[in-house]
Structure formats: structure tokens, C-alpha cells
């Protein structure tokens, strides 16, 4: 593959998202629609969320890479959205992955405080932590999946599947029911 980059950034989640909590139907959503459309367009990456914060890498032909990058500044679920480089690439790290997806957990705080950082703050974090931290994720577990063959497609697990057709079902009665109420509201006036 010609001309493939690897672009890092980061971004404030704008809506309520738990990082403590085992499976977080926010995030669930987030990597579902990201795997579907990521898979679509031929990009890969690994999504990291902590501390209210989104941490991620996204890698695959420029020109999908940065449409993708653009569309992210309409998304209203992220503020302060920053880049924190772009690169040209020669393989991707993160082929195996439409949306690798790692989890707050003691590994990682143990990786910030050994580099002197209390909490997971990518605004604070200097050029070489960001390197370190993306070598850091490629070797990480993922939280949500195992880690595919090189020949099979990714897919949830049944157990967090499960789950995320709860939050989506959840998500559509929560549109339906908002809808109901504009209705009634348009009738009232």
C-alpha cells in the first residue's frame, strides 16, 4: 500500500463516559460504529479512553486517514480535539485492528507514573511519552476482544455483543421516546 499514515490525536469526551466500569456502553458504541466504518474505508488504529479523555491512533491511506480526521471535529462527542502527529508510514502497526480498543487498568497507571505522570493527561504529555505509549498499546491486551488471526475478521466477544445490543436497543427507546415527546410538543403549539 502506497502512501499510508499514521495520525495521533486527542480529545475531551463531551458526554459522561465511565472508564471505571468493566464495559462502558459509550464507548461500546463508539468502537462499534468505528470497527463497521473503519473495515469500510481500510484504516486501522487503537482507541485508548481515560480520565475523560480520548487518546487515539488511527492508521491507513491519507486520504481516509485525514476525511476521517476532519469529519472528528463535527462529532459533538469530542471538544478540544488536537492532533498530535501525523506521519507517513511504511506498515501500519495496528493491521490486525479496524479498532483495537485497550482499558485504563494498573498496567497502564504503572506506564504513566514510571514517566511521571499522576493520572492519564494527554494534553500533558511530551512527543516521546506519545511514541511510547502507542508501542505501549500495540503490545497491550485488548479490553474487549481477542486478539484476531491474521486471516479472521474482528468481532466482539458474544458476552460484550451482548451488551452492546443493550446499549443500542437502549439508544433507539431513548430516540423513540424523544420523538414521541417532540411530536407531542408540535401538537400542544
Not at 8 to 37: C, H, M, Q, W
Not at 48 to 56: A, L, S
Not at 157 to 183: C, D, I, N, Q, Y
Amino acid at each position: 500500500m502506497a502512501n499510508l499514515v499514521r495520525l495521533i490525536y486527542i480529545s475531551r469526551s463531551t458526554s459522561e463516559i465511565n472508564d471505571t466500569v468493566e464495559f462502558e456502553p459509550g464507548i461500546a458504541l463508539i468502537l462499534a460504529k468505528s470497527r463497521v466504518n473503519n473495515r469500510q474505508n481500510g484504516l486501522g488504529g487503537v482507541l485508548y479512553f481515560g480520565n475523560g479523555c480520548f487518546f487515539q491512533c488511527l492508521e491507513g491511506p491519507a486520504e481516509k486517514v485525514d476525511a476521517l480526521y476532519q469529519k472528528l471535529h463535527q462529532d459533538p462527542r469530542h471538544s478540544d480535539l488536537k492532533m498530535l502527529s501525523r506521519q507517513k508510514i511504511e506498515q501500519p502497526a495496528f493491521a490486525k485492528w479496524d479498532m483495537k480498543y485497550v482499558k485504563l487498568d494498573a498496567q497502564i497507571n504503572n506506564f504513566l507514573k514510571a514517566r511521571g505522570y499522576e493520572k492519564f493527561d494527554p494534553y500533558a504529555m511530551d512527543d516521546k511519552t506519545t511514541e511510547d505509549l502507542i508501542r505501549f498499546l500495540k503490545l497491550a491486551p485488548p479490553a474487549d476482544q481477542e486478539e484476531p488471526a491474521d486471516d479472521e475478521p474482528v468481532l466482539l466477544a458474544p458476552k460484550h455483543e451482548r451488551m452492546l445490543r443493550f446499549a443500542v436497543t437502549l439508544s433507539m427507546l431513548s430516540l423513540v421516546v424523544s420523538l414521541g415527546a417532540l411530536a407531542v410538543a408540535l401538537k400542544i403549539l
